[in-house]
T-cell receptor, first 117, second 113 residues
Framework: GAVVSQHPSRVICKSGTSVKIECRSL??????MFWYRQFPKKSLMLMAT?????????EQGVEKDKFLINHASLTLSTLTVTSAHPEDSSFYIC?????????????FGPGTRLTVL | EDQVTQSPEALRLQEGESSSLNCSYT??????LFWYRQDPGKGPEFLFT???AGEEKEKERLKATLTKKESFLHITAPKPEDSATYLC??????????????FGQGTILTVHP
């Protein structure tokens, strides 16, 4: 149980294009999903918190208009990197927390490697 | 502001050589301390949650303990397949109720055969 998937696992795009990354909770309902960014050999940096049916809460320094987050259902959240540039290249990881309790663990997806040329 | 510091940054062990990883934290009202394992190019894999000082949890060769200021991840007789980055994170009562985790920088564990 508690499986989180991400799609795609890898994406290469040209500078200026937009890229959408999907995060799905496969066997549970996730009230809250989180989006992280990780640089090589560094820890996870929280970008935003997404609650089903409401606007995402962004961490300080994260551009809302560049990283669009939509949490359309209890099993799906999407992150769209708009007008991507080489500095947006990174490993993006989502996590999901089960609906039942706010104390529950977060389960992470396998990550998406974004490379912007 | 919640803070998490892990040490050492990297640890090299011989197979069978037991050791411990440290996670020191400062948090306003702990609502859980979490240990994750992360393999290269993959997302973190959940290992343990600890909620109160004195609590201990075990899974195979791993044992996590918690005090009011720090947590230890003890690895007994490690094997090469235990090689990974181990991440510690805390969730506090402060801020929003959305359950934000603050991560440490991780400990890179390498176990040589």
């Amino acid at each position: 149980g508690a499986v989180v998937s991400q799609h795609p696992s890898r994406v290469i795009c040209k500078s200026g294009t937009s890229v959408k990354i999907e995060c799905r909770s496969l066997d549970f309902q996730a009230t809250t999903m989180f989006w992280y960014r990780q640089f090589p050999k560094k820890s996870l940096m929280l970008m935003a918190t997404s609650n089903e049916g409401s606007k995402a809460t962004y961490e300080q320094g994260v551009e809302k208009d560049k990283f669009l987050i939509n949490h359309a259902s209890l099993t799906l959240s999407t992150l769209t990197v708009t007008s991507a540039h080489p500095e947006d290249s990174s490993f993006y990881i989502c996590s999901a927390r089960e609906r039942i309790s706010s104390y529950n663990e977060q389960f992470f997806g396998p990550g998406t490697r974004l490379t912007v040329l | 502001e919640d803070q998490v510091t892990q040490s050492p940054e990297a640890l090299r062990l011989q197979e069978g050589e037991s050791s411990s990883l440290n996670c020191s934290y400062t948090v306003s009202g702990l609502r859980g301390l979490f240990w994750y394992r992360q393999d290269p190019g993959k997302g973190p894999e959940f290992l343990f949650t600890l909620y109160s000082a004195g609590e201990e949890k075990e899974k195979e060769r791993l044992k996590a303990t918690l005090t009011k200021k720090e947590s230890f991840l003890h690895i007994t007789a490690p094997k090469p397949e235990d090689s990974a980055t181990y991440l510690c994170a805390v969730r506090s009562a402060g801020g929003t109720s959305y359950g934000k985790l603050t991560f440490g920088q991780g400990t890179i564990l390498t176990v040589h055969p």
